[in-house]
């Protein structure tokens, strides 16, 4: 049965700062990543989407890699500001649309 | 890539009574999804919405209370029935395309049971 786990569960940073959130998973077997930003009671923004075959995806500020040998994700994050306070989750499509979501991360940002 | 909209928005509902969540997506999306996501918890799947046929339910929810329609390739409803407190939670629906297989997701429907 797959299971994603995200690390930390929450995080507090000054303006400007890299930071890294993490997500691993138990079952290899992927079709693709995606994480997602959840602003407070709203609904999931998609960031970035691996598929299976790709290392890594970037999107401005944001990199992400994956490494599936290792069952792991990093979603690097480059010059934080207020803005990007959020909750960051991790969801692993295992084929189908079998989707599994990680608890999240909770980012924040402080000026 | 596709715009999903959900009405309502939030909701206050006493207990015992039901209420309809629709989805709404702006292009014809091959797969629609029903999630639901409770206090301070991250996302679990309730059903897959098929077109013109009934809904796969998840392991713990079932047809009776979570009743789901999907009339078209861009349109479907969730209906939480006989609602209790513990259905308090964020109703979201989800689409996608096969090829890419990217999600998206509406702005989520937000329930309160008293």
């Known amino acids: 049965k797959q299971e994603v786990t995200q690390i930390p569960a929450a995080l507090s940073v000054p303006e400007g700062e890299n930071l890294v959130l993490n997500c691993s998973f138990t079952d290899s077997a992927i079709y693709n990543l995606q994480w997602f930003r959840q602003d407070p009671g709203k609904g999931l923004t998609s960031l970035l989407l691996?598929?299976?075959?790709?290392r890594e995806q970037t999107s401005g500020r944001l990199n992400a890699s994956l490494d599936k040998s290792s069952g792991r994700s990093t979603l690097y994050i480059a010059a934080s500001q207020p803005g990007d306070s959020a909750t960051y989750l991790c969801a692993v499509n295992t084929g189908g649309f079998k989707t599994i979501f990680g608890a999240g991360t909770r980012l924040f940002v402080k000026a | 890539s596709a715009v999903i909209s959900q009405k309502p928005s939030r909701d206050i509902c006493q207990r015992g009574t039901s209420l309809t969540i629709q989805c709404q997506v702006d292009s014809q999306v091959t797969m629609m999804f029903w999630y639901r996501q409770q206090p301070g918890q991250s996302l679990t799947l309730i059903a897959t919405a098929n077109q013109g046929s009934e809904a796969t339910y998840e392991s713990g929810f079932v047809i009776d209370k979570f009743p789901i329609s999907r009339p078209n390739l861009t349109f479907s409803t969730l209906t939480v029935s006989n609602m209790s407190p513990e259905d308090s939670s964020i109703y979201l629906c989800?689409?996608?395309?096969?090829?890419?297989?990217?999600?998206?997701f509406g702005p989520g429907t937000r329930l309160t049971v008293t």
């Open positions: 989800s689409a996608a395309v096969e090829g890419s297989g990217e999600q998206y």
């Open positions: 691996i598929q299976s075959s790709q």
